[in-house]
């Protein structure tokens, strides 16, 4: 059948089909005829479905499985890139921490501002944000059960403690009380998100912005 058509013709005649994980050719009697290669779905949709998945439901919800019926695909694509679900919990944790760490340090570096602007954008991205803050939640409990990713959690927070000491230096010269604001501003990022504790006809932001003005010296701010 294909010697009777035009190669024009049957390059305007493809649809892909994705739902058995494959690219299907099809002439316009909607006949299948050529098998046009496996449909890879890219790495790093499945890094970023894995974190998805973490964040809702923790490690036990992150199944090659599932995974791929989310993504629309069949698993078999997924081992074009991970040796196991290992490897790609592995990789999740090392955007995790890219983005947490590194991205976050080069955007506020790249936005500029002073020390205590410095924080406030650098509090905003990492614990007030609808992507990063429901994974880091997840990744402490995970850290919980799994020391490898304790470790991995501590050297996040170290590099986020030091940006800490090193903004707050800017302004404070005690080491010991540099070490305590840095220690109770990292508490007060993440604790809140799990306190459930009303504020005396004060809302929630109105005390956390209070908070961070006694932190970073800001005396000449209040409640609004």
Excluded at 70 to 88: H, I, P
Excluded at 112 to 118: C, I, T, V
Aim: net charge negative; with cysteine; charged share 30%.
């Amino acid at each position: 059948m294909f010697r009777h058509i035009p190669i024009v013709v049957i390059r305007r005649c493809i649809t892909a089909d994705r739902t058995r994980g494959c690219t299907i050719a099809y002439n316009s009697w909607n006949e299948e005829v050529a098998v046009m290669g496996a449909l890879r779905t890219p790495r790093d949709a499945w890094v970023e479905a894995g974190l998805r998945a973490l964040a809702g439901g923790g490690t036990d919800a992150v199944r090659v499985e599932a995974l791929a019926k989310s993504l629309g695909v069949t698993k078999g694509g997924f081992y074009g890139y991970f040796a196991d679900r290992d490897a790609l919990l592995e990789a999740m944790l090392d955007t995790w921490e890219r983005e947490s760490t590194d991205e976050v340090l080069d955007l506020i570096e790249h936005e500029g501002g002073d020390p205590k602007a410095k924080i406030r954008r650098a509090g905003m991205l990492t614990f007030s944000n609808d992507r990063l803050l429901p994974i880091d939640l997840a990744v402490r409990d995970w850290a919980r059960h799994d020391e490898g990713v304790a470790e991995r959690l501590r050297r996040v927070d170290n590099r986020r403690m030091a940006l800490l000491r090193e903004m707050i230096g800017a302004f404070c010269t005690d080491p010991d009380e540099i070490e305590a604001r840095s220690l109770l501003a990292f508490c007060l990022a993440i604790g809140e998100h799990f306190l459930a504790a009303d504020h005396d006809g004060r809302s929630r932001s109105q005390v956390l912005f209070r908070a961070a003005d006694i932190l970073l010296d800001r005396s000449d701010a209040s409640i609004a």
